[in-house]
C-alpha cells in the first residue's frame, strides 16, 4: 500500500506570491491533517478535513487554507507569502480521525517552501 | 488551547548513556502518542498510551502515562546511534493531534 504522497518536494516563492501544496493520504483513509514544522517550534497543527469538510482548525492567520476533495485528496493554499512562511509543511492521514484521537497518523514526506 | 509541552529541548548523550524526554499537558488526554522523526524525515508512530499509569516497553524504549493523564514519558536504555532524532509526544484535542514541541537527541559513539 503507497504512503502518504505530498507533492511538490521542494519549493521556492517571493514574498507576496501565493502557493498551493498537495497531498494524497493512504487508500481509505479519510482524515488528513496538516502541519507547519520550523525549527525550535516543532510541529503546528494547520488543519484538519474529514469527507471533504473542515473539522478543525489551528491557529494560523486567514492567509493559509486548505481543502478536501471527494477523493480524500487534500490541498493547502498560502496566500499572500511573508518570510516566515517558510516552513516544512507536513500532511498525514488517518483512517477516520476519531475525536478521540484514538488513531496514529502517518505522514508524508513534507513540502519544503522557502520564501524569499 | 491545549498545551503539550516537552522537556528537555535537546539532549546529548554518549551512546550507551540512558535518555528520557517529558511530556506535560495543560488538560487531561484521553490518551497520548509518541512520534520519533529522523533527520531529515518525516514523523512515524512508535506508541499510544490510553489508561491511566500505562506503562509500556518497545526493546529499549520505556513508555509511560501518568496517574492523572496529564503527564508522559520516554525513557531510551543504553542509547545508540540509531536512536539518534527527535522524539514527539502528542495529544488529541478533539479531532487534531497537538504535538509538543519535542526533544531532539544527538548521541555520540
Known amino acids: 500500500k503507497a504512503g502518504v504522497t505530498q507533492t511538490p518536494r521542494y519549493l521556492i516563492k517571493t514574498r507576496g506570491q501565493q502557493v498551493t501544496l498537495s497531498c494524497s493520504p493512504i487508500?481509505?483513509?479519510?482524515?488528513v491533517s496538516w502541519y507547519q514544522q520550523t525549527p525550535g517550534q516543532g510541529l503546528q497543527f494547520l488543519f484538519e478535513?474529514?469527507?471533504?469538510?473542515?473539522?478543525n482548525k489551528g491557529n494560523f492567520p486567514g492567509r493559509f487554507s486548505g481543502r478536501q476533495f471527494s477523493n480524500s485528496r487534500s490541498e493547502m493554499n498560502v496566500s499572500t507569502l511573508e518570510l516566515g512562511d517558510s516552513a516544512l509543511y507536513l500532511c498525514?492521514?488517518?483512517?477516520?480521525?476519531?475525536?478521540?484521537?484514538?488513531?496514529?497518523?502517518?505522514f508524508g514526506s513534507g513540502t519544503q517552501l522557502s520564501v524569499l | 488551547g491545549q498545551q503539550v509541552m516537552q522537556i528537555p529541548q535537546y539532549q546529548h548523550v554518549q551512546e550507551g548513556e540512558d535518555f528520557t524526554t517529558y511530556c506535560n499537558s495543560s488538560?487531561?488526554?484521553?490518551?497520548i502518542q509518541w512520534y520519533k522523526q529522523r533527520p531529515g524525515g518525516h514523523p512515524v508512530f512508535l506508541i499510544q498510551?490510553?489508561?491511566?499509569?500505562e506503562v509500556k516497553k518497545q526493546k529499549r524504549l520505556t513508555f509511560q502515562f501518568g496517574e492523572a493523564k496529564k503527564n508522559s514519558s520516554l525513557h531510551i536504555t543504553a542509547t545508540q546511534t540509531t536512536d539518534v532524532g527527535t522524539y514527539f509526544c502528542?495529544?488529541?484535542?478533539?479531532?487534531?493531534?497537538?504535538f509538543g514541541k519535542g526533544t531532539t537527541l544527538s548521541v555520540s559513539s
Open positions: 498525514a492521514s488517518s483512517l477516520t480521525g476519531r475525536d478521540n484521537g484514538n488513531e496514529k497518523l502517518f
Open positions: 487508500s481509505g483513509h479519510r482524515s
Open positions: 478535513y474529514f469527507s471533504e469538510t473542515q473539522r
Open positions: 488538560t487531561t488526554l484521553s490518551n
Open positions: 498510551l490510553v489508561k491511566s499509569g
Open positions: 502528542a495529544g488529541a484535542a478533539g479531532t487534531a493531534l497537538i
